[in-house]
């Protein structure tokens, strides 16, 4: 029997910057409404954006890592009145790469971005090495009786001098 291959970590967030400034949105779920409504999932404070100005949907490749699709619109398929500025380019749908640029509108953005975490075959967490048995490890016999004046101590104020007698 084999083992199935892990899959990677992903995270992905969308960085709004709006009225309300700057945020960031952890992005989990399958879907998210975008827009100024407040029933939107990802609400947009502006008053130059569609009520429902476009939806993303997660999709999955086919190595089994996922990113977001993002369409203009809402979930009828209505588009928005200034519809979407993606990397520059009006586009009415785009599948997402980490560093896009998504405009809304007049001072409403989003940069995407998506991080990928491998993972190792086997456990998720690492394992430590064996024990070697001739591993040593030195201790000064004067950090174990708690006797400070034996143990070796470091004066990094060596109280020199220049030639005109000010201290160094």
Same mark, same amino acid.
């Given at each position: 029997?084999?083992?199935?291959?892990?899959?990677?970590?992903?995270? =992905? !967030?969308?960085?709004?910057? *709006?009225?309300?400034?700057?945020?960031?949105?952890?992005? !989990?779920?399958?879907?998210?409404?975008?827009?100024?409504?407040?029933?939107?999932?990802?609400?947009?404070?502006? $008053?130059?954006?569609?009520? =429902?100005?476009?939806?993303?949907?997660?999709?999955?490749?086919? *190595?089994?890592?996922a990113f977001y699709r993002i369409a203009d619109g809402d979930a009828q398929g209505r588009p928005s009145v200034n519809g979407l500025l993606i990397?520059?380019?009006?586009?009415? $749908?785009?599948? !997402?790469?980490?560093?896009?640029?998504?405009?809304?509108?007049? $001072?409403?953005?989003?940069?995407?971005?998506?991080?990928?975490?491998?993972?190792?075959?086997? @456990?998720?967490?690492?394992?430590?090495?064996?024990? *070697?048995?001739?591993?040593?490890?030195?201790? *000064?016999?004067?950090?174990?009786?708690?006797?400070?004046?034996?143990?070796?101590?470091?004066?990094?104020?060596?109280?020199?001098?220049?030639?005109?007698?000010? @201290?160094?």
């Open positions: 029997m084999t083992a199935p291959i892990p899959q990677p970590q992903q995270e =992905h !967030l969308l960085i709004v910057e *709006d009225a309300r400034g700057r945020r960031s949105v952890p992005l !989990l779920a399958g879907q998210y409404s975008i827009g100024r409504d407040r029933s939107c999932d990802i609400h947009l404070s502006s $008053q130059f954006v569609s009520r =429902h100005h476009a939806i993303l949907t997660r999709q999955t490749r086919g *190595d089994g890592t990397n520059g380019r009006k586009i009415s $749908q785009h599948n !997402l790469q980490h560093g896009d640029e998504v405009i809304f509108g007049p $001072q409403v953005s989003a940069i995407y971005q998506a991080r990928i975490f491998p993972t190792r075959h086997g @456990d998720e967490l690492p394992t430590p090495p064996p024990e *070697d048995p001739f591993d040593i490890t030195l201790i *000064d016999p004067a950090m174990m009786s708690g006797d400070t004046e034996g143990a070796s101590h470091h004066n990094y104020d060596s109280g020199a001098a220049s030639e005109d007698g000010e @201290d160094l």
